[in-house]
């Protein structure tokens, strides 16, 4: 086996302009199919209540379901740095967030945890830094927040809201959280403020220059009901096995390939 991920390896892969391969994954089989393909962070995403619970939003998704979906990972995993999603209202006050965190990391085998909503999240990321819980904050469009928004829809197009997601992205890595993930980031937004932090930023819909890239598993193999997102791409629809799927999806993230112009926004 070739070293574990770490933290402090995904900083050195961005300071050497070495791409990060990210995705979901929320069983045991996959996590080893992904790991074995040499995918750096696999995500325990929350996007499970859409595509293994047949939900049609994040919000449904518990506690429990994340712990126990973190288990079977962690089990199939022996590399790459597993992430796991806070899941709605998991956060509501720091001492829940702390609780909840501690419950990922240890029922759940969670190396890093990450959380949705920018405004409050400062205040949450500083206590879970604090305690030495690496976080992950997720920023741009928030699926769990989708009520509220009214939709999954690009985030920061405005140039208030721009600058806005900037200095909430500053605020955040001087807060102590070790990764960014932006999701429906317009390219020019996405591509600064990758280079105004030190930390690797993670993207999904925020195009080619962030420092990685994640997909939801289901999305890649083609599986996903309806239509796909914009921003995803079935790396299955070349043919053959699902492992190669996966090799072709890290390959071309590394070689920057994936995301290619039509899975941008402007
Ligand atoms: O829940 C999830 O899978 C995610 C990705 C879409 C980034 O947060």
Not at 88 to 103: D, G, I, K, Q, S
Not at 116 to 131: F, K, P
Not at 201 to 229: E, F, M, N, S, Y
Request: charged residues 20%.
């Amino acid at each position: 086996m070739t070293a574990p991920i770490t933290l402090n390896r995904l900083r050195e892969m961005k300071a050497r302009g070495e791409k990060i391969a990210c995705l979901t994954a929320y069983d045991a089989s996959f996590a080893r199919l992904l790991d074995k393909a040499g995918v750096e962070v696999i995500l325990v995403g929350d996007s499970l209540g859409m595509v293994i619970q047949g939900h049609s939003t994040t919000v449904p998704v518990t506690m429990d379901d994340m712990v126990y979906h973190s288990r079977a990972v962690a089990r199939g995993n022996e590399r790459a740095l597993l992430m796991v999603d806070m899941p709605f209202m998991a956060c509501p006050t720091v001492e829940l967030a702390l609780v909840n965190a501690t419950r990922l990391m240890q029922a759940g085998g969670a190396q890093v945890v990450k959380l949705e909503g920018s405004g409050v999240q400062l205040e949450i990321v500083t206590e879970l830094a604090r305690r030495s819980i690496p976080v992950c904050a997720h920023l741009g469009l928030q699926p769990q927040s989708v009520h509220k928004i009214g939709g999954y829809r690009v985030q920061g197009r405005e140039s208030a809201a721009a600058k806005a997601m900037l200095d909430n992205a500053m605020q955040l890595e001087r807060a102590g959280a070790d990764l960014l993930l932006l999701e429906c980031v317009p390219e020019s937004l996405a591509t600064e403020i990758t280079e105004s932090v030190a930390i690797p930023v993670i993207g999904i819909g925020a195009g080619p220059r962030c420092d990685g890239q994640v997909l939801v598993l289901h999305d890649i193999l083609g599986v996903t009901p309806g239509k796909a997102p914009r921003f995803s791409r079935n790396f299955m629809s070349g043919g053959g096995a699902i492992g190669e799927a996966v090799a072709r999806y890290v390959a071309e993230v590394k070689a920057g390939s994936f995301p290619a112009q039509q899975h941008v926004f402007e």
